[in-house]
């Protein structure tokens, strides 16, 4: 993400990171379905969605492509950033939330390749009494992601 951006008033900028260590072979194959619209379209339990703006919901992510990952109490909207064999960026736009846009606002989700190891770096505006909670949640939630890939 190129724009600086200003913090909103009452809001911090959170920086959560976590990486996930695999063999040589199994580090190409998970890179590989990190890269690929499927993983992320055929693999969302119910009532949560993603959805790309694209000629289909399966293949290769592309620059500058759409898309939305929407359910109860989230709503995250943005377009694929750069797309190399060892990054993958995803810029969320103005608007975007996660419970509530006056608690957590998502700015962008990285993903790095770095030899036998996948990182995973999440920006958001926070309110900063919610961070413990807000980590908490993501250890959670990409805990299940790993297993889930």
């Not at 913090?7 to 199994?26: H, I, M, N, W």
């Not at 339990?45 to 109490?73: D, T």
Request: net charge positive; aromatic share 18%; glycine share 8%.
């Amino acid at each position: 993400m190129n724009q600086q951006l200003s913090t909103p008033e009452g809001f911090v900028l959170d920086v959560f990171e976590r990486s996930f260590d695999f063999s040589e072979q199994k580090v190409t194959d998970v890179w590989k379905k990190l890269q690929r619209r499927e993983t992320f379209t055929k693999g969302q339990l119910f009532p949560y969605q993603v959805e790309f703006v694209a000629s289909s919901q399966e293949g290769e992510f592309s620059p500058g492509e759409l898309n939305i990952h929407h359910g109860p109490f989230l709503s995250v909207h943005g377009a694929i950033g750069e797309v190399t064999s060892s990054y993958r960026g995803l810029n969320y736009f103005y608007g975007s939330y996660v419970i509530s846009f006056r608690l957590v606002r998502p700015l962008q989700l990285e993903f790095f390749r770095e030899g036998d190891r996948i990182k995973l770096r999440l920006k958001t505006f926070i309110r900063p009494w919610f961070r413990p909670v807000w980590h908490l949640g993501n250890k959670i939630l990409w805990m299940c992601f790993r297993f889930s890939i």
